[in-house]
């Protein structure tokens, strides 16, 4: 039996795609073959195909696994191939949140939660968390969904023992993931010059893709009104060396975005012994839970940023804190290992949900 993996696009470097080829990995290890199909994808990534191939090669005797999180266009003829499928749902943004910077992106949004109810037509359906677990409720029976994070421990990020590191120097904070509007890195920002405003030298650090010029050029915008310009450091993208060095100089992990279906970087962070602060309300909180600060969605940047500072300044809290995050990252990332994933495979195989 062949595994067929399956994403709109697949790169190394973007979760979805670092998910799907983990899995190819993960499946060929274990004396699987396995096989990647998208619509954009790296050329130098030897084991990904066209998309269109797959419709010519998969076969009654395969088990097709597809990634989704967005529109896709070619679902009717993936749910009409001969062989079992899996679907691992990512959940959708709120096309609200996109609406004003990214209109097309919006759009699709908006298409792929009307094509929620076909969902229903897999085998098996896996979700990165119950929270975006429940968006398929009045679709398929919520018990059926299994819960699997979107990472392996073979990410660079996580790949190392979470052993105790030294207190970075200077009170830095870090922003991981694409910088786009629902992020709310703008929010981020703000909480920035609040705690400096509360007597802290603080930095940040915004590491990720600047796919949207408009979005770009607002928060520095913002940065440079509220007076922390200088103190804000744009990265880009980075290489995983860049990444772990990222890391290892942030004293926490601030997230403010509006949607998470999952937040792999609050994952690294707490596996680091690094606390995250996210927003409640979507799946970020599940996976901080009690083992880092999680803001309630009305609270204020003022209000966030002192939250920080008190936190900053209870050591004993601090330290348990980095220690709780250690240990809910470790039983996070054991659903993630094989054993799990083979449950998953057997039940789609058998026609049945786990």
């Known amino acids: 039996m062949r595994l067929l993996i399956c994403a709109p696009d697949i790169f190394e470097g973007d979760a979805v795609g670092n998910h799907c080829l983990g899995l190819a990995a993960m499946a060929e290890r274990a004396g699987w073959e396995s096989r990647a199909y998208a619509k954009h994808f790296d050329a130098a990534i030897s084991q990904v195909r066209p998309i269109e191939t797959l419709f010519a090669e998969a076969t009654s005797e395969d088990l097709l696994y597809v990634s989704y999180s967005i529109f896709a266009p070619n679902l009717d003829r993936l749910l009409a191939l001969p062989c079992r499928k899996i679907c691992y749902y990512h959940g959708i943004t709120d096309p609200a949140l996109l609406r004003e910077f990214e209109p097309v992106t919006a759009d699709l949004c908006e298409q792929a939660f009307l094509q929620l109810p076909k969902l229903a037509g897999f085998d098996l359906i896996v979700t990165n968390s119950k929270h975006v677990a429940q968006d398929l409720a009045p679709y398929v029976d919520i018990a059926s969904i299994v819960v699997i994070p979107p990472v392996f421990e073979t990410l660079p990020t996580l790949a190392d023992s979470a052993i105790a590191r030294p207190a970075p120097e200077l009170f830095n904070m870090l922003v991981l993931g694409r910088v786009v509007p629902h992020k709310r890195v703008e929010d981020a920002i703000e909480v920035l010059a609040h705690v400096v405003e509360g007597g802290v030298d603080a930095t940040m650090t915004i590491v990720g893709s600047m796919p949207n010029y408009d979005y770009s050029k607002f928060l520095l915008k913002r940065a440079r009104a509220l007076g922390v310009l200088t103190r804000i450091d744009f990265t880009g993208m980075v290489d995983d060396a860049d990444l772990l060095s990222s890391y290892d100089r942030a004293s926490l992990l601030l ?100």
Do not use: K, Y
């Open 255 to 354: 997230s403010m975005s509006r949607h998470e279906g999952f937040c792999i970087p609050a994952l690294e962070a707490m596996h680091r012994g690094i606390p995250a602060v996210v927003r409640a309300g979507h799946a970020a909180a599940e996976v901080v839970d009690d083992a880092g600060l999680v803001s309630d969605t009305h609270e204020t940047a003022e209000q966030i940023a002192a939250r920080i500072i008190a936190l900053r300044n209870d050591a004993s809290r601090w330290n348990a804190l980095t220690q709780h995050a250690r240990e809910r990252a470790g039983n996070l990332l054991q659903l993630t290992s094989w054993r799990h994933w083979l449950e998953v495979f057997d039940a789609a195989r058998r026609g049945t949900r786990s």
